[in-house]
């Protein structure tokens, strides 16, 4: 289960830091000052979470007439964010894992699922899905680099931007893809003969 709570974004900052020492130089590891900036960040955006799931919480619970828990499951998993590639999205790309894109809130328990007509939440990200879902950015990472090495031709920070902008939709558009891979739309009924003679 992900950790949110204070010393969180701490752990983040460093964590992102550590992950990358296997693959880059001391020098591009994330700064003193930096990670201090990252960690006030994240955990402006983990109370922004925990204030959205309080709220969730209370209107499910209205709603189904009793207490229903809620619990936040991140379509980008938290092993993907501790990881090689948590230093390209927490720094490179600003990104946050309990900013909304990321984030699903759904009910723990079958019973509150099926009260609210929610999915259930997915618990602990397997082996299998953190593989595919590195795997996934590191091929964004590469072309937010080839992105990068034709400003270099260019010299146009307008195309810099370009390229920050659109590794963040690939990332955001992966969370969305886990969001529909875990809970696949319903399958629209087919036309009846009914249908069909009105």
Known sequence: ?????????????QGAAAADTNHHSVAEQIAPDA??????????SRAALERRLERLT?????????????APAMLI??????GRYGKFLLQALE??????????????????ASLIEAPLHPGEPTHEAIVAVNA???????????????????????????????A???????????????????????PTQADAAS
């Open 136 to 166: 996934r950015l590191g091929e964004i990472k590469r072309l937010y680099h080839e992105g990068h090495e034709q400003v270099e031709w260019t010299n146009d920070p307008a195309d810099f931007r370009a390229a920050h902008d659109h």
């Open 77 to 82: 998993p938290e092993p993907c964010w501790r």
């Open 1 to 13: 289960m992900a950790v949110f709570g204070r010393r969180a974004e701490a752990a983040f900052a």
């Open 95 to 112: 990104l946050s894992p309990y900013d909304p894109w990321n984030v699903a809130t759904l009910p723990t328990h079958p019973a509150d």
């Open 35 to 44: 990670a201090h900036l990252l960690a006030v960040r994240l955990e402006a």
């Open 168 to 190: 963040i939709e690939l990332v955001k558009g992966l969370a969305a893809d886990r969001l529909t891979a875990l809970y696949p739309p319903e399958p629209e009924a087919a």
């Open 58 to 70: 209370r209107q499910a619970s209205d709603k189904a007439g009793r207490p229903i828990r809620l």
